[in-house]
């Protein structure tokens, strides 16, 4: 699993209005908690929060969160925290505020990872469809055992054919927590098309069917 740094401030708890004046100055309000952090009032800057969450997996990335300015005694101070919830303006997307909660590696933890397909199915080749059902997974582990994402190879499918989280090749020390027979990846026949051509088909017979003579019902 892969490291990043972010650099935070101790914030005070404060009101709605402080903290939109925070966001206008670019700074994303956040929280870290842990058994160990307890529970700590922070912000991040966004543009650098931005870079990191559009580069990088949120369930499969250690942050090396770096305080600057103790509470207190003006000593920096550094945890290793995951994002664990982000929060966005409902109407324009914009961040709102962060979660961090922060992890030892010596426990286990619990998180999604993403799952990337690779290779190309014979069967798409033949005119199938393939249809990403499962995009990420539950894993657990110890934080430095975790992958950044999973791999299922599709190389093998044809039409029909189909993969399932059994069949995930996953590191040592780590477990799938989804249903085993949970279908990730499936390759379907071109149904939508062949229907397009009989509807169409029939559009045709009823046009060029002859219009009843008068007096015909």
Not at 49 to 78: D, P
Not at 136 to 155: C, F, H, K, N
Not at 157 to 171: K, M, N, T
Not at 181 to 205: T, W
């Amino acid at each position: 699993m892969e490291t990043v740094t972010l650099q935070a401030h101790y914030r005070p708890r404060s009101t709605k209005s402080y903290l939109k004046m925070l966001r206008r100055q670019g700074q994303l309000p956040a929280v870290v908690y842990g058994k160990e952090v307890g529970n700590i009032l922070i912000q991040v800057p966004l543009k650098q929060f931005q870079e990191i969450i559009s580069k990088h997996s949120l369930g499969s990335t250690l942050i090396n969160l770096e305080i600057a300015g103790g509470e207190g005694n003006g000593e920096s101070q550094s945890y290793l925290v995951m994002i664990r919830e982000l929060q966005r303006d409902p109407l324009k997307h914009e961040l709102l505020h962060a979660d961090f909660f922060q992890v030892s590696l010596s426990e286990e933890i619990e998180t999604e990872v993403p799952v990337h397909l690779v290779g190309e199915a014979p069967g798409v080749k033949e005119g199938g469809v393939l249809q990403h059902m499962l995009r990420e997974v539950t894993v657990s582990g110890l934080p430095t055992q975790l992958p950044e994402y999973l791999e299922a190879d599709i190389s093998g499918l044809g039409i029909g054919d189909e993969l399932r989280v059994a069949d995930l090749q996953v590191p040592a020390g780590v477990k799938i927590l989804d249903d085993p027979d949970s279908i990730i990846v499936l390759v379907v026949p071109p149904v939508l098309e062949a229907e397009a051509e009989e509807g169409e088909a029939a559009e045709e017979g009823e046009a060029a069917a002859p219009a009843p003579e008068a007096g015909e019902e």
